[in-house]
């Protein structure tokens, strides 16, 4: 056994062509190579230290499935202030701290386990453009793999299998991916605050989730009952946030429905775009209406045929009929013969006259008749009591529709774990 004492190394090896160190042993539980430091809080048991493009400075393979390559330990008691000292620690100045690779089915490339309070795997890096911790896998299968067996309690410090932070402008966690998800989550169990959710991101001043690629967030629903994306934006005391902002064409596959506020559509206003808006309001019907209109000039006998689209007759039932002289009286006009299945025929008006027309139907297509709309309908029983828009009727907050109320009250859960939301600001939705 070699020994030192001050700064030098307890064990030293040196090969030109083979092991500097080597060491095997044939117990499970003893170590073939073991570096005990004793020297202080920054002492290291085991420094391996190499020359060479491609050298590891420590080396370790395992044989079986099951076998961990390097083993770092990190015990208690340490440091000056009795913090936990790492299990491994690795450093390049110009290649990676940590590589681990494996070849078998079950083997783990990188491995790292910690305590109650401890980090199982840490990377910190002070370079703009490389990640701390990296993780490729080229057989198809996960980078990067977190399991935890806690359970999250608050938003502030959260258990997670995965966990990402960040003070700069930049990402607590990226996820890139060429053909598949950037980050895929899974919901096994219901998260620590009600909030069953496969991702759940809660942001005090930006984005809680944020993605982009073909598909930036895709969500999906397993259950009569479930909901694929879910998002409340309506804490006063966060301001007046969105719950969702869409920039390009929004595709909706079902029916798209609007509950206790109007349908309306906002542009820069034309007089004064630079400082004004202007807001109009979408027509509402109780049919599945739909609305067509023009003009037409009527011939030498004060007559004129409209023809419609050749779908037009597929689509629509129940025409309606609207006809307007322009420039004078026209007391004769009128819809000499309905639509044929071409077009419509207009008769009563002088020769040249400008007629407006207007057209209403009730689509009759396959997709409308398997959907048919119900004006009027009872409320579930567990919303008896309860309001679309409470306040509008004088009504408290927390008279919400029943799974609106659950959304309100998970959102404030949410809120006040991450200490935004002060008690009392409004009513608690129950």
């Known amino acids: ?47 391996g230290l190499a020359d060479g493009y491609g050298g590891a400075g420590v ?52 491995f790292g386990q910690g305590g109650k309070v401890g980090t199982g795997v840490l990377g910190t890096t002070s370079a703009a453009s490389q990640p701390a911790v990296q993780g ?45 998800a950037g980050i895929v989550g899974h919901q096994g169990k219901a998260y620590g605050f009600g909030v069953a959710a496969g991702v759940v991101g809660a942001s005090v001043g930006d984005t809680g989730v944020y993605g982009v690629g073909p598909t930036g967030v895709k969500g999906v629903a397993v259950g009569a009952d479930a909901t694929a994306v879910l998002a409340f934006g309506g804490l006063q005391s966060l301001g007046n946030p969105q719950a969702g902002s869409f920039a390009g064409p929004v595709d909706v596959l079902g029916s798209l429905q609007v509950v206790g506020g109007p349908k309306l559509f906002v542009i820069d206003h034309p007089s004064d775009p630079e400082r ?19 003009t037409v000039t009527l011939d030498g006998d004060g007559t004129a045929r409209v023809e419609l689209p050749p779908w037009f007759g597929l689509l629509n039932t129940d025409l309606c009929y609207s006809l307007t002289p322009v420039g004078a009286p026209a007391p004769e006009l009128h819809v000499s013969q309905q639509y044929d299945g071409t077009a419509f025929t207009v008769a009563g008006g002088r020769a040249g006259a400008r007629v407006c027309w207007q057209v209403t139907g009730v689509r009759r297509d396959p997709s409308a008749l398997a959907h048919p709309l119900v004006v009027e309908r009872d409320k579930e029983p567990e919303n ?40 009392g600001q409004h009513p608690q939705p129950s």
């Open 136 to 180: 490729r896998h080229e057989g198809g299968g996960t980078g990067v793999l977190g399991a935890t067996d806690g359970s999250a309690d608050n938003l502030t410090d959260p258990v997670a299998a995965v966990k990402g932070t960040s003070t700069a402008d930049a990402p607590a966690v990226l996820g890139i991916s060429a053909l598949g």
């Open 276 to 294: 004004r808006y202007l807001q109009h309001a979408a027509v509402e019907a109780p049919a599945l209406k739909t609305f067509y209109d023009g």
């Open 384 to 423: 008896l009591g309860r309001y679309a828009d409470p306040q509008a009727y004088g009504r408290p907050r927390s008279d919400l529709l029943a799974w609106a109320a659950k959304l309100s009250a998970e959102a404030e859960e949410l809120a006040r774990g991450l200490g935004t939301a002060s008690a």
């Open 59 to 110: 080396f370790g393979t395992a044989q079986k499935r099951d076998g961990t390559g390097v083993v770092g330990v990190g015990a208690t008691g340490m440091q000056a202030e009795g913090g936990a000292g790492p299990g491994l620690v690795a450093s390049s100045k110009q290649n990676h701290g940590v590589v681990g690779s494996t070849e078998e089915g079950g083997g783990v490339g990188v």
């Open 1 to 47: 056994m070699a020994g030192s004492s001050g700064t030098g190394v307890g064990v030293s090896g040196e090969s030109q062509g083979d092991n500097g160190v080597l060491g095997t042993t044939e117990d499970g539980t003893k170590a073939g190579v073991f570096g005990h430091c004793t020297a202080g809080e920054n002492g290291i048991g085991v420094t």
